[in-house]
């Protein structure tokens, strides 16, 4: 079992920065491959960013693409996700997930654990 808590979230101006942290607990973190996901109102959770066991690959969504950046650190069993040049389009509710997967990042369905989501809110 693999416990994730989102924190970071937010209410920010357009144009603005945030970063998300994601602290993890149970299993070694570094077993597992982590990534970001965000649900809008009214829409489908996507996939924002993703980042393999020890870092050395990472991916992102194409509208977040030079905007954001995620990275990890394993020794304190933690993922970030800092979020620069915010957009209005960018609120939504943001999740942590964990997955002991290496492919297939940018879709749910590897995903075993889940945080419960820290709202981001970009105004503007």
């Known amino acids: 079992q693999v416990q994730l808590v989102e924190s970071g979230g937010g209410l920010v101006q357009a144009g603005g920065s945030l970063r998300l942290s994601c602290a993890a607990s149970?299993?070694?973190?570094?077993?597992?491959?982590m990534g970001w996901f965000r649900q809008a109102p009214g829409k489908q959770r996507e996939f924002v960013a993703a980042?393999?066991?020890?870092?050395?690959?990472?991916y992102y969504a194409d509208s977040v693409k030079g905007r954001f950046t995620i990275s990890r650190d394993n020794a304190k069993n933690t993922v970030a996700l800092q979020m620069n040049s915010l957009k209005t389009e960018d609120t939504a509710v943001y999740y942590c997930?964990?997955?002991?997967?290496?492919?297939?990042?940018?879709?749910?369905?590897?995903?075993?654990?889940w945080g419960q989501g820290t709202q981001v809110t970009v105004s503007s």
């Open positions: 997930a964990a997955t002991p997967k290496s492919s297939a990042l940018q879709y749910a369905w590897p995903y075993s654990y």
């Open positions: 149970g299993r070694s973190f570094s077993d597992y491959a």
């Open positions: 980042i393999t066991w020890i870092g050395e690959r990472t």
